[in-house]
């Protein structure tokens, strides 16, 4: 059950991760849309492409030896009539996932340098995540409650649609016709796809210029560059 996963996961990455590298190429390199995927540029898109189901493949397969191994010993306590959760694996599995995540903020520019080229290794990325760690999070964080408001703002543009539809339950199964029900979950797909977007809009130009960033101070650039000496298409002013 655990392998089909990763093909769920390489379906999920693999648009999203396009347009994070369209947003990457037009902040680095001035390259808007279907330019950014030109035939100059396609094999750094592939390059970019690999590295990021690199790092999506590594947590999503942290994720699910951690799932089976607390299902195998979940499953060993009911057989000897023990209902108690293995906190001390929930525990070391958060822990582990947690540590994953700030490793994974960490190599964050590694795939995107590629469009740089001669910078693009993974240890100069660990060497600039180091230098942008704080700015990436907390920037990153920002960006949360704007997400929750789009999704208000999207959900409530949806609720007309949904009363009209089929938030009725009958016997335990939605109400109205087949081809109503696939609507309402097309409309709640679209909505999601729609949050999730914008967010890799957003974060791809935090990441952008945290490469900048990066770069400037590990090429002894003043600490305080953020906002007056890098600029987000990829110059030094």
């Keep these: ?23 990457h190429s037009f902040n680095l390199n001035g390259a808007p849309c279907w330019f950014a995927f030109s035939r100059q540029s396609g094999g750094m898109f592939f390059s970019f492409l690999n590295r ?11 994720i699910v030896f951690w799932q089976h191994l607390l299902w195998v010993n979940v499953s060993q306590g009911l057989i000897q009539g023990s209902q108690e959760l293995p906190v001390y694996i929930v ?14 903020v960490l190599f964050v520019t590694w795939p995107v340098s590629v469009i740089q080229g001669g910078k693009s290794s993974a240890r100069r990325a660990f060497a ?34 949904i ?24 409309c709640l797909r679209v909505l999601a796809a729609f949050v999730t977007a914008f967010w890799c ?30 600029s987000v298409m990829g110059d030094v002013q």
């Design 91 to 104: 525990a070391i599995a958060v822990v582990s996932i947690f540590a994953t995540l700030v490793l994974g």
């Design 128 to 161: 600039r995540g180091k230098k942008t760690f704080w700015y990436i999070v907390g920037k990153s964080l920002l960006v949360l409650p704007a997400l929750l408001i789009i999704q208000l703002v999207a959900f409530s543009a949806a609720t007309p649609i």
């Design 201 to 230: 809009c957003v974060e791809g130009s935090i990441i952008s210029r945290g490469l900048l960033i990066g770069d400037a101070r590990l090429n002894g650039s003043p600490g305080r560059l953020d906002t007056e000496k890098v």
């Design 163 to 186: 009363k009209g539809m089929i938030l009725q339950f009958g016997d335990g199964e939605f109400a109205g016709t087949p081809e109503e029900r696939i609507t309402f979950f097309v």
């Design 52 to 62: 990021m189901l690199i790092m999506v493949l590594a947590l999503t397969a942290e």
């Design 1 to 23: 059950m655990g392998l089909v996963v990763f093909p769920v996961a390489i379906a999920f990455t693999v648009p999203f991760a396009a347009l994070m590298y369209s947003v």
